[in-house]
């Protein structure tokens, strides 16, 4: 085995997603052999700007956008075939070449129209207690991985077996619809010709990923782990049930590549120099005044999937240290922190308290608790200087500086990746640690 000059690494969210994963993961990209997509559907959205260009991918790993990166989509992803192909078609669209570069694992669930129905007809039936899906079909399709119905993409191998297989389950689905729920069935014959026409573009891209991924290992090659959504979205040690359905830790990614632990790298968490949040759920930092409206504006934070306003909030210790803690993370990438120019006056929260007095210092699992409890904030002093666009880490201003400084001593840390704008360029690497010398080379070819 040659000897690989990049570790191979992973890149988690460390929030409740949308922490801007999608540019880290693409200008980190090009110091790799191979991006893998481990966990989630399309119910996930990352927006990747180069120059005046603008990607908007679901679930196609962001390392497409480099034409020498091969891309694997993970057993434990749930697609579906309709998106899919119409992401391909979408990429084509804008010159981005996929052929021989993209492969589905033979054990990815597939997403019918049905489990979106059923999605749609779970989530209304809750009334105010609604956890705020996607839609998208994400939960249904997990659900019946686990109770051994799913379909699994090497169906897709074969045109006659995909109808059938997809034609018996939307049947049963819609059973469920019309009894449990009282919705209207969806129509099979309808709804089975553009699964046929997703089956036939996406049939050459099924293969068993192990062995691949596996490969460039022993050729020394680096592989870059990308996760879903982030880790207070993840099934177990997210605020559920106001969760995904899938693990968002970069654990998971080992069953769902069909490779051991050993092969994965060193854990950069994504975390905005604030925090948002989409849906349902207890958001303890969520500032529902002046500050949260101007975040929300300066930040453009509206769902890429969705196209839903996030809620808006200040930076918060406590789920950071969770996040850090549970998953792993070895360093940070913090985003946006250029949206925080001009405010006067920053908060961070440092720890919950209860209204009988009891602090908290970590995350409660009762997400009942966890919405009751109030932030103690700390102020900090923001910056008038504009950070926006600034490459440079001597160049940033002082207070910038500072509040990046408390946040790695607060969490032990460090924080090795600065974006300071939506584009490729505006992004920095930060400090001298080892992970920050990993990652430098590649930011400055990218």
């Not at 993970?74 to 192909?85: E, R, S």
């Not at 084509?92 to 492969?103: E, H, K």
């Not at 924080?415 to 992970?435: F, K, Q």
Request: proline share 6%; with cysteine; glycine share 12%.
């Amino acid at each position: 085995m040659s000897q690989q000059k990049t570790p191979s690494l992973m890149v988690i969210g460390g929030q409740w997603g949308d922490e801007g994963k999608g540019k880290i993961v693409d200008l980190l990209s090009g110091g790799f052999s191979a991006v893998v997509r481990y966990n989630g559907g399309n119910n996930a959205g990352h927006t990747v700007r180069v120059g005046e260009r603008h990607f908007a991918l679901h679930l196609i790993p962001s390392g497409i956008i480099h034409p020498a990166v091969q891309c694997y989509m993970g057993a434990n992803m749930v697609i579906d075939p309709i998106a899919l192909k119409d992401e391909l078609e979408g990429l084509a669209g804008q010159r981005v070449a996929v052929d021989g570069r993209l492969s589905i694992s033979t054990r990815a669930a597939l997403i019918l129209p049905t489990h979106q129905a059923l999605d749609t007809a779970r989530e209304g039936s809750r009334g105010v207690k609604a956890i705020g899906t996607t839609g998208r079909g994400i939960g249904p399709a997990y659900q019946d991985v686990a109770q051994r119905r799913g379909l699994r993409a090497w169906i897709l191998r074969d045109q006659k077996t995909f109808e059938a297989y997809c034609q018996s389950l939307m049947e049963t689905h819609n059973r469920e619809l019309e009894t449990v729920f009282g919705a209207e069935p969806v129509n099979v014959a309808e709804a089975t010709p553009p699964l046929v026409e997703a089956q036939r573009v996406l049939a050459p891209l099924v293969a068993d990923i192990g062995p691949r991924i596996r490969a460039h290992h022993d050729r020394g090659e680096a592989v870059l782990f990308e996760g879903a959504q982030g880790v207070m979205l993840d099934v177990v040690w997210g605020t559920y049930p106001y969760v995904t359905s899938s693990s968002c830790l970069p654990a998971s990614a080992a069953p769902s590549c069909g490779i051991g632990p050993a092969h994965l790298g060193d854990v950069i968490g994504v975390m905005k120099a604030y925090v948002t949040r989409v849906g349902g759920g207890p958001f303890p930092s969520e500032d529902h005044g002046a500050a949260g409206e101007t975040i929300r504006e300066r930040g453009h934070e509206f769902g890429t999937t969705t196209g839903r306003p996030r809620r808006c909030g200040w930076f918060d210790l406590v789920a950071a240290r969770h996040a850090i803690e549970v998953a792993g993370i070895d360093a940070l990438a913090i985003t946006k922190l250029d949206v925080l120019d001009g405010i006067e006056t920053l908060k961070v929260a440092v720890a919950y308290e209860l209204d009988d007095g009891t602090v908290l210092d970590h995350v409660p699992a009762d997400a009942e608790t966890l919405a009751k409890v109030r932030p103690r904030y700390r102020e900090i002093s923001g910056w008038r200087n504009p950070c926006e666009g600034v490459v440079e880490e001597e160049s940033l201003p002082v207070e910038a500086e500072a509040y990046l400084q408390f946040l790695e001593r607060q969490l032990g840390v460090p924080v090795v990746i600065v974006s300071t704008g939506p584009r490729r360029s505006e992004t920095m690497t930060r400090g001298t640690s080892a992970l920050a010398q990993v990652v430098r080379p590649i930011l400055e070819n990218a």
